[in-house]
């Protein structure tokens, strides 16, 4: 790297909770042992570079407050190569293993597709030039289908065919992309793919567009040599009124009917779980029960915002929830937690990023600890299960294996007559998570 962009920022260390480094991790050491794998292993960190390296801290409001030091020229394509020089110099500094991009972070559009082709290609050989020279690797990888104007009515979705070939096209160069540098998961978040006003939307039509769209893009995508999952990111709404991809619930009966389910999982982000009037473990539950869990967008909403704030996450509450749901699941490679989350439009050093990534990190850090020792050491897993006693044999298991019917089931309600009540003990589970924490 023949520049550097956080001049006087080493490389970012454990120091322990005593410490008094604000440059430095309390809680995530990366090889510390936690139910039986590393910190490094359990949230394989990822950098989103979108957030990072091109939000400028504009707002509806307001145009950029970041005067980003690698905006050098007023050539896009030039300054691209500097931002990617700065992006590796953060990763290497913060110690993250993992990144992820879209295509236009990455690599400017050209003013034609062939043109914009050869642009992200030599991106793409700069950024596995320093993949290889410093070992972190790309988590996932995605195309841009919503910033650009032709993009207004969806990409997939589009009622016009011609932008559809569009969206096809640039996706394919995002999955070559992917595959040369090695990445683990491809992304899909439908950004415009839904609707404004049903009166002049065929909904079933563009349903089904988005899944032909999806299965031409998996079978490219396989044929070219991508082994690993192809994620779709839910989100209820913004920029769509009302998008297809709402919460984890929604996206597994399209992937059903679609018959996608054998190679797509969902990416669970947070403040999008809010926005759908959800909490974060709640998506997170959703997918992990149904063994579709692929990977994690690390971010918060506002509770005070209907909208998609993408604060860093800090809450710790949410965090140990959350890492419940990871423990039970057995983890979550090859996804891991991907920081889709920007820094204040009025933090404007760049210690700032630093600052954000070690709270984010060090948040879920401290969850992972506090969840394993409820898991462990609490009663949480015997008051939790022992309210689903009743179906561990006789008639309850009976029931489960579907050896009763309606009859059988109604006969057994009047010999037995009326049932005990029996308390879910919420507080007591509530204050025993407060406890840990």
Sequence with gaps: ????????????????????????????????????????????????????????????????????PWDK?????????????????????????????????????GDSIEESEKILQSLVSKAKEYQEDTGVKLLWGTANLFTHPRYMNGAATNPDFEVVCHAAAQVKAALDATVELGGENYVFWGGREGYMKLLNTLMKKEQDHLGEFLRKARDYGRSIGFEGNFLIEPKPMEPTKHQYDFDSATVIGFLQEQDLIDDFKLNIEANHATLASHSFAHDLTVAAERGLLGSIDAN????????????????????????????????????????????????????????????????????LIIADKIMNDADFKKIRYGRYASFDEGNGKKFENGELSLEELRNLAAKSGEPKTISGKQELLENIVNRYI
């Design 73 to 109: 020229t007023s050539d896009p394509v030039e300054n691209a190569k500097y931002r990617l020089d700065a992006a590796f110099e953060f990763f290497t500094k913060l110690g993250t293993p993992y990144y992820c991009f879209h295509d236009r972070d990455l690599a400017p559009e």
């Design 1 to 68: 790297m023949s520049n550097e962009y956080f001049p006087g920022i080493d490389t970012i260390k454990y120091e322990g909770p005593d410490t008094d480094n604000h440059l430095a991790f309390c809680y995530y050491d990366e090889n510390k042992e936690v139910a039986g794998k590393t910190m490094k292993d359990h949230f394989r960190f990822a950098i989103a570079y979108w957030h990072s390296f091109c939000g400028d801290g504009s707002d509806p409001f307001g145009i950029g407050t970041h005067n980003f």
């Design 300 to 367: 918060r909403g506002d509770n005070q915002n209907g909208w998609d704030t993408d604060y860093f996450p800090t809450n710790l509450y949410d965090a140990v929830e959350a890492m419940i749901v990871l423990l039970e699941n057995g983890g979550i490679e090859p996804g891991g937690f991907n920081f889709d989350a920007k820094i204040r439009r009025n933090s404007t050093d760049p210690e700032d990023l630093f600052h954000a990534h070690i709270g984010g990190m060090d948040t879920f850090a401290r969850g």
